[in-house]
């Protein structure tokens, strides 16, 4: 399972426009650590 963790932010963007490339409007990303900051750093990577 850990194989297939989106671990980068390039990773995470071209999930993102895989989705989108599907018709996706709408995608949940879930951060499974502890450290609020992950959620600042994902939309970071995002954005």
């Keep these: 399972m ?3 963790m989106l ?3 390039e990773q995470i963007r ?3 426009r895989q989705f989108e ?3 996706a409007d ?3 990303l879930y951060c499974y650590g502890t450290d ?3 959620v600042d750093r994902l ?3 995002v954005l």
Excluded: C, K, R
């Design 2 to 4: 850990a194989d297939g």
């Design 7 to 9: 671990t980068t932010p």
């Design 14 to 16: 071209s999930a993102i």
């Design 21 to 23: 490339d599907l018709g």
């Design 26 to 28: 709408e995608v949940i």
């Design 36 to 38: 609020p900051d992950q």
């Design 43 to 45: 939309a970071d990577a």
